[in-house]
């Protein structure tokens, strides 16, 4: 196995990283900027209130993106699984 091999599995990995928790964390940046937003304009300062939508946030992104990103997944394990023979040789 040459250097570019693992250069490209070690990009494939980070991409599959990104594209999994891409929704999660995006979701969360926006939950957390608009109670940020509305927690200074109110001077609330509870973390109780910022932890409880953000938990809902990510129950729902994760219920509605598991299929997706499960079957993504399981495309990539599925492409890296297929490929140990020939980085073997």
């Known amino acids: 196995m040459d250097t570019g091999t693992v250069i ?3 990009f494939q990995a980070m991409r599959m ?9 995006l979701a969360l ?9 509305l927690q ?5 300062n509870e973390s109780s209130v910022t932890f ?7 129950a729902i992104v994760l219920l ?3 299929p997706v990103s499960l079957a993504i ?3 990539y394990v599925r492409e ?3 490929r140990i023979p020939s980085m073997i040789i």
């Open 8 to 10: 490209e599995l070690a």
């Open 17 to 25: 990283t990104f594209v999994l928790a891409g929704p999660t964390l």
């Open 29 to 37: 940046l926006i939950v957390g900027l608009i109670l940020g937003i």
């Open 40 to 44: 200074a304009a109110t001077s609330v």
């Open 52 to 58: 409880v939508p953000k938990l809902f946030v990510v």
């Open 64 to 66: 509605l993106a598991w």
């Open 73 to 75: 997944f399981i495309d």
């Open 80 to 82: 890296i699984i297929m």
